[in-house]
């Protein structure tokens, strides 16, 4: 019996024993996102990015926070040529890739033109393409499956003359068009260099003519490179198991030696947990929902550090669609004697934007952490223009405007119209919310019904044009304003055109900037577009939330930089 | 006996084809933009939502998506999960360790507790030990698996500070991360606690222990709570029968007549509801492995329901259905060997 | 003894019951349960307690979170949001107990009527087919041959319309009256039951004809992509002209052949095929997909419950699992009973078989009916919340016991609070139907002592 208690005893005593906290030179990040892949030409989400962006390196990089500064990474120099036609980067000598071979501009054409031969449906290769080769899809989707053998020879003509070797440290982009973004899009993290003597022997493509049609459209997920890399970054990649992702430092990396070690960034979905675990101190870092957690249960934690700035701002933009012409016949989003072009007058969109509380937003859902946006832009972005006017919760002037609407018919007849927004969304559920009770409040005839849709089914009623209103929201591939004012604006933009806008006036300024290669110049333009959005009410901006970082108090080194997914990167940092 | 096994056995891929169909069926009612669900991750893709459509043919008859799968499907690749980023079979591979190890904790310890229990409440039924039984059982039985398992989190975890959640303590993931990439850590069969012992690594072992702790807790008081009743009723329904009372006339005492006559044929419902539980249990507990956060079949299966992601929904479903099925052969198998009356022909 | 009152089996089984102290606990809680969640509206419109989805308004929002229990006018104190605990507490009592009762009462209902209906007629093959130049079908002929055929043409035309001209709702429909007129038929005198068979052959003709249609069908689509560009590979090639050949051999042997088929084997198999089911991904596909909006369910359940879809589509997805336990207990009972004195005379005495199974045979067996019933709403109730909890259930701003759970869960440390009410709230409910449950199987088992 006594030997049983003993046993009894040491056991608890080893069960119990607190465990330690991470070591210094280790840094461990709980997040809740799952990583999707690690190969750069099929990473779009900013998981998966997060673990590329450290691994990988590309030409020119972001300074610290700045998105206007660049430093030369992979790259030493870089001319532009052929009035932006033309880009030569000069290449960095004696780097070496974690598998031991040298890097030489070899491996940089083979991973841009990898990125143009895969370019998966769901991969971020079409803003290459676009600038590249002028199609934004993999050759398959571009030409289709049966297309000629000549097409598709032409195709790959476009992808081999658009990037090409001039030396073994010379490597030259040749552009269908000028494209003022383009350098922007080189700072992407997934324009990574990869190694392609490595990929090359484990399976990937062949880097030649002979198999490129195969990998034309491939998911890249089922390839070598989605589980393996070789990169020339700091860290060096030990293990993703599906879950977890374990890095090392790279002892022979070009650049300074970073201080931490070690990096495990660990999947967690319960945020309880992962609080508990900052508590403890079993993780540096980690993800922390939205700020009223953060006010409520993890400022004052000993040992926990909130860093936030009101200058931060994230990389994105998000604002309510008006949709000028509703389409689809039975169309459960628009009452049946509700003008199908409602929002096609002005006087209807600017009550609209008069009935948005933009302080209530921000107040309720951000808890006052939030900023107002003046034009679907974010503002640390060129030609983001504070100054144009943002319209005020107002229900008097929304009723003027709302009289004067349709020559007075729609007061007296009334509309009803349906307001959706992607379930689990509890911002845009709150502003759905909200424009419910302000526009009902102002005449009875005016209904509003609310309706959370499942996202797939979000996106493809507004893609189909059914949804008379609804609020979407963008984030940067890019830090290029094109990346958010072409989709915003532009009667073809990926988001625009679910509205059935056409205002010719705004196309031609976008197509103007788009030729603009002078930023200032281009910066006006876009302030010009900026207001003239705001004059006819397109849209409605809605105010972003201040971004903040939880970590324990010893991490030092963090910033904040929206174009990076993992706001900082992990050779920046050390510990106390 | 033999012969029936086998024809049960042979039977198995007649009921795999009925489930495979019936969830690809299902799964067709819903429109290709839904089912392209687990391609879309952006606001970004909108843009591409056709190109996904079209590049993973989502949009083609039921008939023709069921063909290409099934030709795969018997070269065997049962297709690529897009929930765990790898092929479906491998995504077993890895994730049937995790929950197995679960398994191997709770089952045993909760069919012999819960034996043990339910025969004690029937010996002295209607006294206090039966009652009290009684009463837990049934607690047990009606508190919901993540109310205890978010109650031992709070309490434990969070309170006490004992044992841990998830697989391993970071920097133990870090390290066996190193050391497998440097050949000096061999994962043999994916059970850390195992992998510990057979590396020499005992502090992986407790370590891995520590963590399943919390888990194995919750898994054996909510199943064995069902045994025991199980357990109760019928081991009470034996003892009333006449053959135990002619044993006790026959003057044998009451320990013999209770644990070698009775109790043998009380565990046949006992063996069937053990059985199902078993294949349950290895099927992952979703419940348990999400509110733990380990990574088992479980959660994987209910992550691939919530994107709807077709390859790794029909992956599970097989497994869980061929898990099933070998149960209930086990089960009858059993049967015969612990009940002589009983004979398949 | 009392000479001058009549003991009824109720009223016996209602002494027995009283004597089960838990279980009129057990009962007295669950009426209280479901007193207040039948009365809630009326508590908030009495101001009692809040609009469960009431959010505070008004600057420092932040200080109306998370109030602990015993703040004033929030006795169980307020979630992430502000809002009410006690109230939606309550009203997530109505949903849970909604689905329940509703579960368990759908299911019983069903998997008695299956289960008697598989107990009942094991063993009597009931004739499914029979071509239109077998041996049963030419002994329809002879009198009255005319109409038969006639009939059986009529039969034959209306299900290949419905197959091929209408949509699978409609056709669904159509087959269930084409069901109906021959159950109709079948009660005229006379002539009666030879038009029904008739009829109903000639419907069973057009389902061979069909099925024969889809397997060319199937192979041809199958087959095309690749026989347009030639790359068939032999085998694909073999089984493109076999499925030719199989549907021939089907419509061959539909001329002469006949099927009959046993209810009893084919309910029992169906049962088998649900039990051998992985639950819970079908469980998850059917949730999601009666979910969707663009879905035949989806939108039927969106246009009638509109918000409360999800609790809709919840309990129908736990009926269809729900009907397999009490159909197989009651297939059992039936089997039994059906071979008893009572059951002979009243076969003998011709009475109609409809009134045979449920005015002799489920009165009979409705004690293990009852009591399965019971425990079925602790268990819909567990099952519920489970998938809530998993987010598959019932969706936000409806509250249910388990949806709460799923919120508190990201504050479990933070404010326990929030998840001991919903999880004590379920552990009572279901305990308390289980000590009914087992009260009510003691109290309708007549071998009990009294």
Same mark, same amino acid.
């Given at each position: 019996?006594?030997?049983k208690?003993?046993?009894l005893?040491?056991l608890s005593l080893?069960?119990g024993?607190a465990?330690a906290?991470v070591p210094k030179d280790?840094y461990?990040y709980m997040?809740?996102?799952d990583?999707?892949?690690?190969?750069?030409?099929?990473?779009?989400d900013?998981?998966?990015?997060?673990?590329?962006e450290?691994?990988?390196e590309?030409?020119?990089?972001y300074?610290?926070?700045?998105l206007?500064?660049?430093?030369?990474?992979?790259?030493?120099s870089?001319?532009i040529?052929d009035?932006?036609?033309?880009?030569i980067?000069h290449?960095?000598?004696?780097?070496?890739?974690?598998?031991?071979n040298?890097?030489?501009?070899?491996d940089?054409?083979?991973?841009?033109?990898?990125?143009l031969?895969t370019?998966?449906?769901?991969?971020?290769g079409w803003?290459?393409?676009?600038?590249?080769?002028?199609y934004d899809?993999?050759?398959?989707?571009?030409?289709?499956e049966?297309?000629?053998?000549?097409a598709?020879?032409?195709?790959?003509?476009?992808i081999?003359?658009s990037v090409?070797c001039?030396?073994?440290?010379?490597?030259?982009f040749?552009?269908?068009?000028?494209d003022?973004s383009f350098?922007a899009?080189l700072?992407?993290?997934?324009a990574?260099i990869?190694?392609?003597?490595?990929a090359i022997?484990?399976?990937?493509?062949?880097?030649?003519?002979k198999?490129?049609?195969d990998w034309?459209?491939?998911?890249l997920?089922?390839?070598f490179?989605?589980?393996?890399m070789?990169?020339?970054?700091?860290y060096?990649?030990?293990?993703?198991?599906g879950?977890?992702?374990?890095?090392?430092a790279?002892?022979k990396?070009?650049?300074?030696?970073?201080k931490?070690?070690?990096?495990l960034?660990?999947i967690?979905?319960?945020?309880?947990?992962?609080l508990?675990?900052?508590?403890?101190?079993?993780?540096?870092r980690?993800?922390?929902?939205?700020?009223?957690?953060?006010e409520?249960q993890?400022?004052g934690?000993?040992?926990?550090k909130?860093?936030?700035d009101?200058?931060?701002a994230?990389?994105?933009a998000?604002?309510?669609?008006?949709n000028f012409?509703?389409?689809?016949?039975?169309?459960?989003?628009i009452?049946?004697n509700?003008p199908r072009?409602?929002?096609s007058?002005?006087?209807?969109?600017?009550?609209?934007?008069h009935?948005v509380d933009?302080?209530?937003?921000?107040?309720?859902?951000f808890?006052?952490?939030?900023?107002k946006?003046?034009m679907?832009l974010?503002?640390?972005?060129l030609?983001?223009?504070?100054t144009i006017?943002?319209y005020e919760f107002?229900p008097d002037?929304?009723?003027?405007y709302?009289k004067?609407?349709?020559?007075?018919?729609?007061w007296?007849?009334g509309f009803?119209?349906?307001?959706t927004?992607?379930q689990?969304?509890?911002?845009?559920?709150?502003?759905?919310e909200?424009l419910?009770?302000n526009v009902?409040?102002?005449n009875?005839k005016?209904?509003?019904n609310?309706r959370?849709?499942?996202?797939?089914?979000y996106?493809r009623?507004a893609r189909?044009k059914?949804?008379p209103i609804?609020?979407l929201?963008w984030?940067?591939?890019?830090?290029?304003?094109?990346n958010?004012?072409?989709p915003?604006?532009?009667?073809k933009?990926?988001?625009?055109?679910?509205q059935n806008?056409?205002?010719?006036?705004l196309?031609?300024?976008?197509?103007?900037?788009r030729a603009?290669?002078?930023?200032?110049?281009?910066?006006?333009?876009?302030?010009k577009i900026?207001r003239?959005?705001?004059?006819l009410?397109v849209n409605?901006p809605?105010?972003?939330q201040?971004?903040?970082i939880?970590?324990?108090d010893n991490?030092?080194?963090v910033y904040?930089n929206?174009?990076?997914?993992?706001t900082?990167l992990?050779?920046?940092i050390?510990?106390? | 006996?033999l012969v029936?096994a086998?024809r049960?056995?042979l039977q198995?891929p007649?009921?795999l084809?009925v489930?495979s169909?019936?969830?690809?069926?299902?799964?067709?009612?819903l429109?290709p933009?839904?089912?392209?669900a687990?391609?879309v991750?952006?606001e970004?893709?909108l843009?591409?939502?056709?190109?996904?459509?079209?590049?993973?043919n989502?949009?083609a008859?039921?008939?023709?998506?069921y063909w290409?799968?099934?030709k795969?499907a018997?070269?065997?690749n049962?297709g690529?999960s897009?929930v765990?980023k790898k092929?479906?079979?491998?995504?077993?591979a890895?994730?049937?360790?995790?929950s197995a190890?679960?398994?191997?904790y709770?089952?045993?310890?909760?069919?012999?507790?819960?034996i043990?229990?339910g025969?004690?409440?029937?010996?002295?039924?209607d006294?206090?030990?039966?009652?009290?039984i009684?009463?837990?059982?049934?607690?047990?039985w009606s508190?919901?698996t993540f109310?205890l398992?978010?109650?031992?989190v709070?309490?434990v975890y969070?309170?006490?500070?004992?044992?841990?959640?998830g697989?391993l303590p970071?920097?133990?993931?870090?390290?066996?991360?190193?050391?497998?990439?440097?050949?000096e850590?061999r994962?043999?069969t994916?059970?850390?606690?195992?992998?510990?012992?057979?590396?020499?690594?005992?502090?992986?072992?407790?370590a891995?222990?520590?963590?399943?702790?919390l888990?194995?807790?919750?898994?054996?008081l909510?199943?064995?709570?069902?045994i025991v009743?199980?357990?109760?009723?019928s081991m009470?329904?034996?003892?009333g029968?006449?053959?135990?009372r002619?044993?006790r006339?026959?003057?044998?005492?009451e320990k013999?007549?209770?644990?070698?006559h009775?109790r043998r044929?009380?565990l046949?419902?006992v063996?069937t509801?053990?059985g199902l539980m078993?294949a349950?249990?290895?099927n992952?507990v979703v419940?348990?492995e999400?509110?733990f956060?380990?990574?088992?079949?479980?959660?994987?299966?209910a992550a691939?329901?919530?994107?709807?992601?077709?390859?790794?929904i029909?992956?599970f479903?097989l497994?869980t259905?061929?898990i099933?099925?070998l149960?209930?052969?086990?089960v009858?198998v059993l049967y015969?060997l612990?009940?002589?009356?009983?004979?398949?022909? | 003894?009392?000479?001058?009152r009549i003991?009824?089996?109720?009223t016996l089984?209602?002494r027995?019951?009283r004597?089960h102290?838990?279980a009129?606990?057990?009962l007295?809680?669950?009426?209280l349960?479901?007193?207040?969640?039948?009365s809630?509206p009326?508590?908030?419109?009495?101001?009692?307690?809040?609009?469960?989805?009431?959010q505070?308004e008004?600057?420092?929002?932040?200080?109306s979170?998370?109030?602990?229990?015993?703040?004033?006018?929030h006795?169980?104190?307020?979630?992430?949001?502000?809002?009410d605990?006690l109230?939606?507490?309550i009203y997530?009592g109505r949903i849970?107990?909604l689905?329940?009762?509703?579960?368990a009462l759908?299911?019983?209902?069903?998997?008695?009527?299956?289960?008697?209906?598989?107990?009942? @007629?094991?063993?009597r093959?009931? =004739?499914? *087919? #029979? +071509?239109p130049?077998?041996?049963?079908?030419r002994? &329809?002929?002879g009198? %009255?041959?005319l109409a038969?055929?006639?009939?059986?043409l009529?039969?034959?035309?209306?299900?290949?319309?419905l197959?091929y001209?209408t949509?699978p709702?409609?056709a669904?429909?159509?087959?269930?009256?084409?069901?109906?007129?021959?159950y109709?038929?079948n009660?005229l005198?006379?002539l009666?039951?030879?038009?029904?068979?008739a009829?109903?052959?000639? @419907?069973s003709w057009?389902?061979? =004809?069909? *099925? #024969? +249609?889809?397997?060319?069908?199937?192979a041809r689509t &199958?087959?095309?992509p %690749?026989?347009?560009?030639?790359?068939?590979?032999?085998?694909?090639?073999?089984g493109?002209?076999l499925a030719?050949l199989?549907?021939?051999?089907l419509?061959?042997?539909?001329v002469?052949?006949r099927i009959a088929l046993?209810v009893?084997?084919?309910?029992?198999?169906?049962?088998?095929?649900?039990?051998s089911?992985?639950?819970?991904?079908?469980?998850?596909?059917?949730?999601a997909f009666?979910?969707?909006?663009?879905s035949?369910?989806g939108?039927?359940t969106?246009? &009638?419950?509109?918000?409360a879809?999800s609790?809709?589509?919840?309990i129908?997805?736990?009926?269809?699992?729900?009907?397999?336990?009490?159909a197989?207990?009651?297939?059992?009972?039936i089997l039994?009973l059906?071979?008893q004195?009572?059951t002979?005379?009243a076969?003998?005495?011709?009475?109609?078989e409809?009134?045979?199974?449920f005015r002799?045979?489920?009165?009979?067996?409705?004690?293990?009916?009852?009591?399965?019933?019971?425990l079925q709403?602790?268990?819909?109730?567990?099952v519920?919340?489970?998938?809530?909890f998993?987010?598959?259930?019932?969706?936000p701003?409806?509250?249910t016991w388990?949806?709460m759970l799923?919120?508190a869960q990201?504050?479990?440390?933070?404010?326990p609070?929030?998840?001991?009410?919903?999880g004590?709230?379920?552990?009572?409910?279901?305990?308390?139907?289980?000590?009914?449950?087992?009260g009510?199987?003691?109290a309708?088992?007549?071998?009990?002592r009294?």
């Amino acid at each position: 019996m006594r030997r049983k208690i003993g046993i009894l005893a040491t056991l608890s005593l080893l069960l119990g024993v607190a465990l330690a906290a991470v070591p210094k030179d280790t840094y461990v990040y709980m997040t809740f996102g799952d990583i999707d892949t690690l190969d750069p030409a099929q990473a779009y989400d900013t998981a998966s990015l997060h673990i590329i962006e450290n691994v990988y390196e590309t030409l020119y990089t972001y300074k610290k926070d700045s998105l206007t500064e660049y430093e030369p990474l992979l790259a030493t120099s870089y001319e532009i040529k052929d009035g932006g036609k033309t880009y030569i980067f000069h290449l960095r000598k004696g780097v070496q890739f974690h598998s031991g071979n040298p890097m030489t501009c070899r491996d940089a054409e083979y991973s841009f033109e990898r990125i143009l031969v895969t370019n998966p449906g769901d991969g971020p290769g079409w803003f290459f393409a676009e600038s590249l080769i002028g199609y934004d899809s993999n050759a398959k989707s571009a030409l289709g499956e049966n297309a000629s053998q000549e097409a598709y020879d032409q195709y790959w003509e476009l992808i081999d003359k658009s990037v090409e070797c001039d030396d073994l440290y010379t490597l030259r982009f040749t552009l269908v068009k000028p494209d003022p973004s383009f350098f922007a899009k080189l700072l992407y993290a997934g324009a990574a260099i990869i190694d392609s003597k490595w990929a090359i022997q484990n399976g990937e493509w062949s880097g030649t003519k002979k198999d490129w049609l195969d990998w034309a459209g491939k998911d890249l997920r089922q390839g070598f490179l989605h589980k393996n890399m070789s990169g020339t970054g700091p860290y060096k990649l030990v293990k993703w198991d599906g879950e977890n992702v374990v890095a090392e430092a790279f002892d022979k990396y070009w650049g300074e030696k970073p201080k931490i070690k070690r990096v495990l960034v660990q999947i967690v979905k319960e945020q309880a947990t992962r609080l508990e675990a900052l508590k403890r101190g079993d993780a540096d870092r980690v993800t922390v929902n939205d700020w009223a957690t953060v006010e409520s249960q993890v400022r004052g934690l000993p040992g926990v550090k909130v860093w936030s700035d009101p200058n931060w701002a994230p990389a994105g933009a998000g604002v309510i669609f008006f949709n000028f012409k509703v389409e689809g016949e039975d169309n459960p989003y628009i009452g049946k004697n509700t003008p199908r072009d409602l929002f096609s007058d002005l006087n209807v969109r600017r009550a609209f934007a008069h009935l948005v509380d933009q302080e209530a937003l921000i107040e309720e859902i951000f808890l006052g952490h939030g900023v107002k946006l003046t034009m679907a832009l974010p503002p640390s972005f060129l030609g983001y223009d504070p100054t144009i006017p943002i319209y005020e919760f107002d229900p008097d002037k929304a009723e003027a405007y709302f009289k004067k609407a349709f020559g007075g018919k729609l007061w007296d007849e009334g509309f009803e119209i349906t307001i959706t927004y992607n379930q689990g969304n509890t911002f845009r559920q709150t502003i759905a919310e909200m424009l419910k009770a302000n526009v009902e409040a102002i005449n009875p005839k005016f209904r509003v019904n609310v309706r959370g849709l499942q996202w797939p089914d979000y996106l493809r009623s507004a893609r189909n044009k059914l949804l008379p209103i609804w609020p979407l929201g963008w984030i940067a591939d890019y830090a290029d304003p094109d990346n958010f004012i072409h989709p915003f604006y532009h009667s073809k933009g990926a988001l625009a055109k679910r509205q059935n806008l056409k205002i010719p006036e705004l196309d031609r300024l976008i197509e103007e900037a788009r030729a603009t290669v002078d930023p200032e110049k281009r910066a006006e333009i876009y302030k010009k577009i900026g207001r003239l959005a705001h004059d006819l009410a397109v849209n409605v901006p809605l105010p972003s939330q201040s971004p903040f970082i939880v970590t324990r108090d010893n991490l030092k080194g963090v910033y904040y930089n929206p174009m990076r997914s993992g706001t900082f990167l992990w050779k920046d940092i050390y510990k106390e | 006996m033999l012969v029936y096994a086998i024809r049960r056995v042979l039977q198995l891929p007649i009921v795999l084809f009925v489930v495979s169909v019936v969830i690809v069926g299902l799964l067709q009612f819903l429109p290709p933009t839904a089912r392209a669900a687990a391609y879309v991750k952006s606001e970004q893709q909108l843009a591409h939502i056709d190109e996904i459509i079209k590049q993973y043919n989502l949009d083609a008859p039921f008939y023709v998506q069921y063909w290409t799968w099934l030709k795969n499907a018997l070269k065997g690749n049962l297709g690529f999960s897009r929930v765990d980023k790898k092929p479906v079979l491998e995504a077993i591979a890895t994730r049937l360790p995790v929950s197995a190890e679960l398994v191997l904790y709770a089952f045993l310890p909760t069919l012999l507790f819960s034996i043990w229990l339910g025969t004690l409440a029937a010996i002295h039924r209607d006294r206090f030990l039966d009652q009290l039984i009684r009463v837990l059982a049934v607690v047990f039985w009606s508190l919901p698996t993540f109310v205890l398992g978010i109650a031992l989190v709070a309490v434990v975890y969070g309170y006490l500070k004992l044992f841990g959640i998830g697989r391993l303590p970071p920097d133990l993931i870090i390290q066996l991360a190193q050391q497998a990439n440097a050949g000096e850590f061999r994962y043999y069969t994916g059970l850390l606690s195992l992998d510990g012992l057979l590396n020499g690594r005992l502090d992986v072992t407790l370590a891995a222990l520590k963590h399943l702790v919390l888990p194995t807790i919750t898994l054996i008081l909510v199943l064995g709570a069902q045994i025991v009743r199980v357990m109760r009723s019928s081991m009470l329904d034996e003892l009333g029968k006449d053959y135990v009372r002619t044993a006790r006339a026959k003057g044998l005492p009451e320990k013999v007549v209770h644990y070698k006559h009775a109790r043998r044929n009380a565990l046949i419902p006992v063996i069937t509801l053990a059985g199902l539980m078993f294949a349950f249990m290895l099927n992952g507990v979703v419940i348990t492995e999400t509110i733990f956060n380990l990574p088992g079949l479980g959660q994987w299966a209910a992550a691939a329901a919530v994107q709807l992601d077709q390859p790794s929904i029909l992956g599970f479903a097989l497994f869980t259905a061929l898990i099933v099925a070998l149960a209930n052969i086990a089960v009858d198998v059993l049967y015969a060997l612990v009940d002589p009356r009983i004979r398949y022909e | 003894m009392a000479q001058n009152r009549i003991e009824t089996p109720w009223t016996l089984a209602w002494r027995r019951f009283r004597r089960h102290r838990m279980a009129i606990f057990s009962l007295g809680i669950i009426i209280l349960l479901v007193a207040l969640a039948l009365s809630a509206p009326l508590l908030v419109r009495l101001g009692w307690i809040p609009d469960p989805n009431l959010q505070p308004e008004g600057p420092n929002l932040a200080a109306s979170y998370f109030l602990p229990p015993g703040t004033p006018g929030h006795p169980l104190g307020t979630d992430e949001l502000g809002r009410d605990v006690l109230s939606r507490l309550i009203y997530g009592g109505r949903i849970s107990l909604l689905v329940g009762f509703t579960v368990a009462l759908s299911s019983v209902l069903i998997g008695t009527l299956v289960g008697a209906i598989a107990g009942y @007629f094991a063993g009597r093959a009931f =004739l499914f *087919f #029979a +071509g239109p130049a077998s041996p049963t079908y030419r002994e &329809l002929l002879g009198r %009255g041959g005319l109409a038969v055929v006639l009939l059986s043409l009529v039969g034959l035309g209306t299900a290949l319309y419905l197959f091929y001209r209408t949509e699978p709702g409609t056709a669904l429909l159509g087959f269930a009256g084409a069901l109906l007129a021959a159950y109709l038929l079948n009660r005229l005198p006379g002539l009666g039951e030879k038009l029904a068979r008739a009829l109903w052959y000639g @419907f069973s003709w057009a389902l061979l =004809l069909g *099925f #024969a +249609g889809l397997i060319v069908d199937v192979a041809r689509t &199958l087959a095309e992509p %690749g026989m347009a560009r030639g790359d068939l590979s032999p085998i694909e090639l073999a089984g493109y002209y076999l499925a030719h050949l199989g549907a021939l051999a089907l419509l061959a042997f539909g001329v002469v052949g006949r099927i009959a088929l046993d209810v009893d084997v084919v309910i029992s198999r169906i049962i088998d095929f649900m039990l051998s089911l992985p639950g819970l991904p079908i469980l998850l596909v059917l949730s999601a997909f009666m979910r969707n909006p663009e879905s035949a369910l989806g939108k039927l359940t969106a246009s &009638l419950f509109g918000e409360a879809a999800s609790v809709a589509i919840i309990i129908l997805i736990l009926v269809v699992f729900g009907w397999i336990t009490t159909a197989r207990i009651v297939r059992g009972l039936i089997l039994s009973l059906r071979e008893q004195e009572f059951t002979l005379a009243a076969q003998a005495l011709g009475v109609s078989e409809t009134r045979i199974v449920f005015r002799h045979l489920v009165p009979n067996a409705i004690a293990p009916i009852i009591v399965d019933a019971t425990l079925q709403v602790g268990l819909a109730i567990l099952v519920e919340a489970g998938l809530s909890f998993l987010g598959f259930g019932i969706q936000p701003p409806v509250a249910t016991w388990g949806n709460m759970l799923t919120g508190a869960q990201d504050y479990i440390f933070y404010a326990p609070h929030l998840a001991i009410f919903p999880g004590l709230a379920i552990l009572l409910t279901v305990l308390a139907f289980n000590y009914v449950g087992d009260g009510l199987r003691d109290a309708l088992d007549p071998r009990s002592r009294v």
